[in-house]
C-alpha cells in the first residue's frame, strides 16, 4: 500500500483522516479538490484485491 500511496500523493490526492493498514487489509481515504477516494486493499491468491469508491470524481477528460 506504501507505493499505492506515494503515486496518489504524487497525483495530487491529500489523505483524508488516517489509514488503516494491517496485515489481513487496508483501507485508504483521500482528496483533492471536491473528489474523495476510498480504497480497500487485501492480499487475494497472491496478488491483491482492490476497490476503489469515489464520490465527486469526474471522469470527462479536460
Known amino acids: 500500500c506504501a507505493e499505492l500511496a ?3 500523493k504524487a497525483q495530487g ?3 483524508d483522516g488516517s ?3 494491517t ?3 487496508s483501507i485508504l481515504k ?3 479538490g471536491d473528489a474523495a477516494l476510498t480504497i480497500f486493499v487485501k492480499p487475494q491468491n497472491g496478488g ?3 476497490k476503489i469508491f ?3 470524481l469526474s471522469w470527462d477528460e479536460k
Open 48 to 50: 491483491s484485491e482492490v
Open 6 to 8: 506515494a503515486n496518489l
Open 23 to 25: 496485515p489481513a487489509s
Open 30 to 32: 483521500r482528496k483533492r
Open 54 to 56: 469515489t464520490e465527486g
Open 13 to 15: 490526492w491529500t489523505k
Open 19 to 21: 489509514d488503516l493498514v
